[in-house]
């Protein structure tokens, strides 16, 4: 699997329709200061259900969609579409290639869809688990992130290599599956107050 494709349209510096191609291979993006690199990595992070603002260097959320410049007005909405090669199948889906697309409307509501079907973004975290593509995935260090990892707390540089050796899946399963445990619990209690009551 490789991601082959980025198409980007009114996310930040990038108000046109803009289709970023990437072979099997390394790509190397190049400009000036402030010419929007940062922006691409951003877009990808964001399509992937960053829900961090500060993580994608903003104040709102609404900051991601194009805010206009001297020549040209503000757009309404932002969209951004990552296309995998699946031909490998390494994203648990019976197609050769997944498409993921967000988009925001300056209303705030996120839209989500995985190959133009509507879904939520808990689907969209759940097909990438365990792939190092989610948004806080191994696979993408943006500027910064290198330093983090070498400070961080010992459990944070775990949960990475948890994610890169595949038991994240599993342990969010789990955690999952406790949560329902609990509640399930708590009701039987509730059942066994109520019978108490009434006999
Ligand atoms: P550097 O090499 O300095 O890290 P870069 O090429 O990575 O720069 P980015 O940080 O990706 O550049 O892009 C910054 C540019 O994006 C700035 O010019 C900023 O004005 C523009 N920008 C950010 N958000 C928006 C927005 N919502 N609308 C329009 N332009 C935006």
Redesign the pocket.
Known sequence: MYLKKVEIQGF??F?DKTEIKFNNDITAIV??????????T?AIRWVLGEQSIKNL??GKME???????DKRRPLGFAEVTIFFDNQDGDIPMDYNEVAITRRIFRSGESEYYINKNSCRLKDIRELFMDTGIGKDGYSIIG?GRIDEILSNKPEDRRNIFEEAAGIIKYKSKKEEAERKLKSTEENIIRIRDLIHEIS
């Not at 400009?31 to 691409?40: A, E, F, L, T, Y």
Request: hydrophobic letters at 20%; aromatic letters at 4%.
């Open positions: 930040k510096s108000a400009g000036p200061n402030g010419s929007g690199k940062s922006n691409i951003d260097r903003g900051d991601v969609i194009f805010s206009g410049t500027q």
